[in-house]
């Protein structure tokens, strides 16, 4: 008879595995087709709406029927007053329905930018509120005429609506329904990928199981046959040799190296990272969720953050900003009495700082989202799904100096622009007008 042939296992193993990694591999690039980009915001990306523009008040009051006027004032009533107010229902102050049939635009404009001014004034339906809800002072807004009236415009678009939860429109929530759709189908897919790797797993430890139980069998009832020759018997009976292994110049060498390599790796890397914060998330003195309230309640930064437009640094909020709302929500939860004992005992509450920049750089926050409108998720991640505040960017030079490279400069109906614009043009044709065209990369400019 013919002598008898065994293929060896490891040979089986790795023709199998190679078929696995080519499945899995195909798998992984169909459902990567097309998807989002999950690492997080990368510098230069924008998030959100655009800073509403003032319009002209003769076109924002009365009736309301113009659509910037409306469209720019429901920006504003998000960004400033969504937070103690609805239209239709009271909140923690009135509700805003038929308003300005209460009261005159020339009276609602100095009572929305100043309110305690007016009360102090003694005017009677301004006492009279500020009785009602329990002496709540109303924070002041240095808000512009324009700004107020298209608020008002909108108010007036909005009157007898339905609100849905969480306060948003029937048009809003429909909006934010299509969105959480195609965000749905996406995990949805995402899900089902996952699914099927994890069955392509199973499956493969299935068949590796099964093979060596096969191969163990074949063995046994190959060492009991009689008519096997000589080379049979040897391949029958091999066994792999751990001491030749051990023992090889080669993998001795190649082990050396790849230990030698890794840890010069190691060590370039903990050098790198000295005086690098990334990830960095101290325990706050109380437990504040910004995913609670600028994502679920989605109250805008620069209600609690009120400098993070108009000064060098984005101040820490007051105790009397927390008030404003928790004078009445959640007054008995335990961290809100964390608050109130701050104020009584007339003390700050002391924050851990996150982000810090080293002393010998020079950085301006309002130069950055009020100038460049700049989202705050472009720097600090998706703040609004933070449980609690960690460091998201490495805020290192080469960071700082990357994003300047890629960060086109908006020079739109900006004559100051008009002249570095056309030398840029003139030297660099095709390429966009970026921060560092401006000189945002010299060394002085962060550096002094």
Not at 266 to 291: D, E, R
Request: aromatic letters at 6%; charged letters at 15%.
């Amino acid at each position: 008879m013919n002598s008898i042939r065994l293929r060896t296992l490891p040979q089986l193993l790795l023709a199998l595995f190679l078929t696995f990694a080519g499945t899995q591999h195909a798998a992984a690039q169909q459902a990567g087709a097309g998807d989002v980009n999950k690492t997080g915001v990368v510098p230069g990306a924008t998030d959100g709406a655009t800073a509403a523009i003032a319009v002209d008040p003769a076109a924002a009051g009365g009736g309301g029927g113009d659509a910037a006027a409306i469209a720019a004032g429901d920006a504003l009533f998000k960004n400033n007053c969504a937070q103690c107010h609805a239209v239709n229902e009271v909140v923690v102050g009135p509700a805003l329905s038929g308003i300005t049939k209460r009261r005159t635009i020339s009276w609602l404009i100095p009572w929305i930018k100043n309110s305690s001014k007016v009360v102090a004034s003694g005017d009677e339906y301004a006492v009279a509120i500020y009785n009602k809800y329990n002496k709540q002072q109303m924070p002041s807004f240095a808000l512009s005429d324009k700004e107020v009236t298209s608020i008002l415009a909108w108010v007036t678009s909005q009157e007898g609506a339905a609100p849905t939860a969480g306060g948003v429109t029937a048009g809003n929530a429909a909006a934010t329904d299509g969105t959480a759709a195609d965000a749905g189908a996406e995990a949805g897919a995402g899900k089902y990928v996952d699914i099927l790797l994890i069955v392509l797993v199973v499956v493969l430890i299935v068949l590796v199981v099964t093979l060596v139980i096969i191969g163990n069998l074949m063995k046994d009832v190959l060492r009991g046959r009689k008519d096997l020759d000589g080379r049979d018997v040897e391949i029958l009976e091999q066994r792999f040799d751990w001491s030749k292994m051990y023992r090889s110049p080669m993998l001795r060498g190649i082990v050396g190296a790849v230990f030698g390599i890794v840890l010069v790796y190691a060590g370039v890397q903990s050098v790198m990272a000295v005086g690098l914060s990334q990830g960095y998330q101290p325990t706050q003195p109380i437990a504040f969720s910004h995913k609670l309230h600028a994502g679920e309640h989605q109250i805008n930064c620069a209600y609690c953050h009120t400098s993070v437009y108009k000064s060098k640094s984005a101040n820490i909020p007051s105790a009397n900003i927390c008030m404003n709302c928790h004078s009445q929500i959640k007054t008995e939860s335990p961290e809100i009495k964390k608050i109130y004992r701050a104020i009584e005992r007339k003390q700050p509450i002391q924050w851990v700082r996150v982000h810090n920049l080293p002393d010998l750089a020079y950085f301006n926050h309002s130069q950055h989202t009020q100038v460049a409108g700049l989202q705050c998720q472009t720097c600090h991640g998706p703040i609004q799904n933070m449980e609690v505040v960690y460091q998201y960017s490495a805020l290192t030079m080469g960071w700082c100096i990357n994003c300047h490279r890629e960060m086109p400069v908006n020079a739109k109906d900006n004559a100051y622009y008009d002249n570095l614009v056309k030398l840029h043009d003139t030297k660099n044709a095709g390429a966009p007008f970026t921060v560092s065209s401006n000189g945002g990369t010299e060394c002085s400019k962060c550096h002094y």
